[in-house]
């Protein structure tokens, strides 16, 4: 299943539901290792990414299983392993269980993350924070080993909201002996997520979905029962596909109230949005619009997941837009692929982009270098004249659980091959 196949230019009809979260379910597994005890975790979307995070969960000695509608992780026996591999590697997410297994043991082992393509990716607020908090570090080898005689919590500002930091000191700190705050902590509702899961588990956290968070730490938690909110990026990714082909679909469960800044942008590139008890309604214009700037932010603002969607929906429309992008310094390697799509995509530099819309797209082979740039090529075969293969799907897959499947539903002649 390495290729997409799409025969483009149909408008998207009909309605679709929205999977679980990705961003929320992993940070999620990771914090199961905080509970001896049995959490049941639902809605779980089965992607590369959860399924990477089951195994190295497993490797520490869990026992996860998938039920019908979840998975079940039983922490009780944890066996401290060194976290290497493809799964580590490959994967951002694997950050978290640091700060879960310095919470859990008082020690980590890990492989270094790395950087990937849409930036260098460091984590030294990571590391500096959990410092704070009576972790020593030392990095050999690729490998990173953090211990802790005694985890205490601190008072931690961040110099920006970064949401795998943010979710680090949570982890590490809902065990830590005494109180940790979080000042300039990301917003994401991801991290919210993360913090209701840990409320279920006994833990006292204050501030949740603010840039303030008070963690009272020491808490023995019990297992707990949780639901992956819908995945506001995948419902995103469905929304650009429907204003890109001129659609008109039902984004069944989509949280609208995480989507104001991308309800925003859409009705930009004209497209009408209405929130029902059901989901998202959408109808889109016929042809999308240019818009003066779409700039990333951290939540509640545009986000850069969404940058690489927009933006091959941006290449069709006619007129120019400017895409400026905030977070990561890598996020237009997409652009060289789209203009092989008949997209004129012109990069200013590592954070901006000028698109002078083309006004159509055409078929082409392309491929996916990372997953959302991969994504938005799926939207650009959909939306161009003709035959498009999109290759390095595996990237894709990695967050979206069923892309091909959801969008047959809508009406499109697409196949994974
Ligand atoms: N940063 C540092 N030092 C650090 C950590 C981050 O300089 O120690 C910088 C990063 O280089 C970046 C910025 O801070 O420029 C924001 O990074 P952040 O830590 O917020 O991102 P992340 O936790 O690595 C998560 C999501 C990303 C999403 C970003 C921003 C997960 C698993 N990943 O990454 O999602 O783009 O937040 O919202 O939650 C994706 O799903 O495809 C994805 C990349």
């Known amino acids: 299943m390495d290729s997409i196949h799409i025969h483009g230019g149909i408008a998207l009809q009909g309605q679709v539901h929205i999977q679980g979260s990705k961003n929320a379910a992993l940070p999620v597994l990771a914090a199961t290792l905080l509970t001896a005890e049995r959490s049941y975790i639902r809605n779980c979307p089965r992607i590369a990414d959860v399924h990477a995070m089951v195994s190295l969960l497993k490797k520490l000695g869990c026992h996860v299983s998938w039920r019908e509608d979840g998975l079940?992780?039983?922490?009780?026996?944890?066996?401290?392993?060194?976290?290497?591999?493809?799964?580590?590697k490959g994967m951002r997410s694997s950050l978290?269980?640091?700060?879960?297994?310095?919470?859990?043991?008082?020690?980590?082992?890990?492989?270094?993350?790395?950087?990937?393509?849409?930036?260098?990716?460091?984590?030294?607020?990571?590391?500096?924070?959990?410092?704070?908090?009576?972790?020593?570090?030392?990095?050999?080898?690729?490998?990173?080993?953090?211990?802790?005689?005694?985890?205490?919590?601190?008072?931690?500002?961040?110099?920006?909201?970064?949401?795998?930091?943010?979710?680090?000191?949570?982890?590490?700190?809902?065990?830590?002996?005494?109180?940790?705050?979080?000042?300039?902590?990301?917003?994401?509702?991801?991290?919210?997520?993360?913090?209701?899961?840990?409320?279920?588990?006994?833990?006292?956290?204050?501030?949740?979905?603010?840039?303030?968070?008070?963690?009272?730490?020491?808490?023995?938690?019990?297992?707990?029962?949780?639901?992956?909110?819908?995945?506001?990026?995948?419902?995103?990714?469905?929304?650009?596909?429907?204003?890109?082909?001129?659609?008109?679909?039902?984004?069944?469960?989509?949280?609208?109230?995480?989507?104001?800044?991308?309800?925003?942008?859409?009705?930009?590139?004209?497209?009408?949005?209405?929130?029902?008890?059901?989901?998202?309604?959408?109808?889109?214009?016929?042809?999308?619009?240019?818009?003066?700037?779409?700039?990333?932010?951290?939540?509640?603002?545009?986000?850069?997941?969404?940058?690489s969607a927009a933006l091959a929906v941006?290449?069709?429309?006619?007129?120019?837009?400017?895409?400026e992008e905030r977070i990561f310094e890598n996020r237009f390697r997409v652009a060289e692929e789209l203009n092989r799509m008949g997209a004129r995509i012109e990069q200013v530099d590592a954070h901006m982009a000028v698109v002078h819309g083309a006004g159509k797209l055409h078929g082409a082979e392309v491929e996916a270098k990372e997953l959302r740039g991969g994504a938005a090529l799926v939207i650009a075969g959909l939306m161009a004249q003709g035959e498009t293969k999109v290759t390095g799907c595996p990237y894709i897959y990695r967050g979206y659980e069923n892309i091909c499947k959801d969008f047959r539903e809508l009406g499109a002649r697409i196949a994974s091959v």
């Not at 079940?72 to 060194?82: F, M």
């Not at 690729?142 to 949570?170: D, F, Q, Y």
């Not at 993360?194 to 006994?202: A, D, I, K, P, S």
């Not at 069709?316 to 837009?321: I, L, M, N, R, V």
């Open 72 to 88: 079940q992780v039983d922490s009780a026996e944890v066996s401290l392993g060194a976290m290497q591999g493809e799964a580590v």
């Open 96 to 307: 978290c269980l640091l700060g879960a297994l310095l919470g859990r043991c008082g020690e980590a082992v890990l492989e270094h993350p790395g950087g990937c393509v849409i930036g260098e990716r460091p984590i030294d607020l990571h590391l500096r924070a959990l410092e704070q908090m009576g972790v020593t570090f030392s990095e050999g080898k690729g490998m990173i080993r953090g211990a802790a005689r005694r985890l205490h919590g601190a008072r931690i500002e961040l110099p920006l909201p970064s949401v795998g930091a943010t979710e680090n000191i949570i982890l590490a700190g809902v065990l830590a002996e005494g109180d940790t705050c979080i000042i300039g902590a990301a917003k994401e509702p991801e991290i919210t997520a993360l913090c209701r899961y840990l409320q279920n588990c006994g833990a006292s956290i204050e501030g949740t979905g603010t840039d303030r968070l008070l963690i009272h730490g020491g808490t023995r938690l019990r297992g707990a029962d949780f639901t992956v909110p819908p995945d506001r990026i995948v419902a995103g990714t469905y929304l650009m596909a429907c204003i890109g082909t001129g659609g008109c679909i039902l984004l069944e469960g989509a949280p609208a109230g995480e989507m104001a800044d991308v309800l925003k942008a859409a009705s930009q590139m004209g497209a009408s949005c209405w929130v029902t008890e059901e989901g998202i309604c959408m109808q889109a214009s016929g042809f999308p619009r240019p818009v003066e700037r779409l700039v990333t932010m951290p939540y509640p603002g545009f986000p850069t997941d969404l940058q």
């Open 314 to 323: 941006l290449a069709a429309a006619e007129g120019q837009s400017i895409v």
